[in-house]
């Protein structure tokens, strides 16, 4: 079993930053990656970024690109999202999840944590 727990979230002007982490307990397996989505009242869940969790392959979102960016750190177990210049339409429910690489079945989400850009 894994649990996934994010932070990191909070309110920021438009142009700001935050760094979400995503803590991972329990083994995260090899052929492991990990995606960061976004979710508003009333939408559907969108991807913004993931990450293969052994060799780092990183893609984005075109709504990510130039401005997040997706790490991960394997010795904490731990995932990272920076956002750069942030607008108020990234305002959301952020949410990590983790999947076998190759296969788009999540196995494993986070609670989430809301990120708010005020203008």
């Known amino acids: 079993q894994v649990q996934l727990v994010e932070s990191g979230g909070g309110l920021v002007q438009a142009g700001g930053s935050l760094r979400l982490s995503c803590a991972a307990s329990?083994?995260?397996?090899?052929?492991?990656?990990m995606d960061w989505f976004r979710q508003v009242p009333g939408k559907a869940r969108e991807f913004v970024a993931g990450?293969?969790?052994?060799?780092?392959?990183?893609r984005y979102a075109d709504s990510a690109k130039d401005r997040f960016t997706v790490s991960r750190e394997n010795a904490k177990n731990t995932l990272y999202l920076q956002m750069n210049s942030l607008k108020p339409e990234d305002t959301a429910v952020y949410y990590c999840?983790?999947?076998?690489?190759?296969?788009?079945?999540?196995?494993?989400w986070g609670q989430g944590t809301q990120v708010t850009v005020s203008s």
């Open positions: 999840a983790l999947r076998r690489v190759g296969v788009l079945v999540y196995q494993y």
């Open positions: 329990g083994r995260i397996f090899s052929s492991a990656a």
């Open positions: 990450i293969t969790w052994s060799e780092g392959r990183t």
